[in-house]
């Protein structure tokens, strides 16, 4: 029976270490110069550049992971999962800092900052 269990725990533990929410990743300082080279779109935010980061978490719905960019000594989520659980759900909207299109009627959009995050923040 001990036996049995032994094996049992070194056939699950890796299964269970694929699971393992990973600390967070800096993606390092991005700029709106910077982000407006890299993606080819206009930089979506009211504040100059920040440090991004990113983090997987497994979640049911939405994103398994969490997004964020630290900058004015605040961290602002720029995806709802990290809206919803950085800080526990105290983290800031980008809405706090996102930037409106020339017109006025509609904001640019944020969705290009998927292009700075990488594997290790999608999959563990």
């Known amino acids: 029976m001990l036996k049995r269990l032994l094996c049992a725990a070194f056939v699950l533990l890796p299964l269970a270490a694929c699971n393992e ?3 967070p990743i800096s993606l ?3 700029s709106s110069a910077s982000f ?3 993606t080819g779109a206009p930089w979506p935010l009211t504040v100059e550049g920040g440090e991004l980061f ?3 978490r497994e979640v049911s719905l939405g994103d398994n992971f969490l997004l964020w960019i630290h900058a004015d000594g605040e961290d602002y989520a ?3 999962t990290a809206w919803f ?3 526990d759900g105290d983290a800031k909207n980008w809405e706090d800092i996102w930037k409106r299109r020339p ?3 509609r904001y ?3 969705e290009p900052f998927q292009t700075y995050v990488p594997e290790a923040c999608r999959t563990a």
Do not use: R
Request: charged share 25%; glycine share 12%.
């Open 36 to 38: 407006e080279e890299i």
């Open 108 to 110: 640019i959009s944020i």
């Open 85 to 87: 659980l950085l800080n």
């Open 28 to 30: 390092g300082e991005v």
């Open 103 to 105: 017109d006025g009627e």
């Open 78 to 80: 720029l995806n709802t």
């Open 21 to 23: 929410d990973t600390g």
């Open 54 to 56: 990113c983090q997987y």
